[in-house]
């Protein structure tokens, strides 16, 4: 998961290895509502407008996503070892729409674009490209 979605990367990492460890101790976890931990995650499919470098940051991303609303939202993602921000624009990916926004390097984030991560390399998850944005992931 690489948006985000607090001002330091200790919650989300601790978040990250709780979810794993769910994910092994039980067969199935609905990852679309986790209402059990307090929060039901709302994942929606958006389309990436335009990205730039976050100042001062060799690893943020400041991409701005249609997730069709009224405006873009601004979303910071840890990518930009993996990714020049003139790859990103008009890609489909999926993002965590309801985390509250935070600032980070100064930037605004409003949400999480997710990522898959093998250690080695990092993938943006896309979502399908006839999806509109906005549309529900389950």
Known sequence: ILGLGHTQAGPVH???KMLHSLSHTSRYVDWSNLA??????DFRTG????????????KLLVSQVDLGESKPRSIVSG????Y???????????????????KLRGELS?????????????????????????????
Do not use: C, Q, W
């Open 79 to 82: 990518v930009a070892e993996f």
């Open 14 to 16: 601790s978040l990250g």
């Open 36 to 41: 059990f931990l307090g929060f039901p995650l």
């Open 47 to 58: 389309r990436i407008l335009e990205s730039k470098k976050v100042k001062g940051s060799d």
């Open 84 to 102: 020049r921000p003139e790859d990103l624009p008009g890609m489909n990916v999926v993002v965590v729409s309801n985390l509250k926004p935070v």
């Open 110 to 138: 409003e949400g999480m674009i997710l990522a898959t991560d093998d250690g080695n390399s990092l993938k943006i998850v896309e979502a399908p490209g006839d999806s509109k944005p906005g549309t529900v992931v389950r």
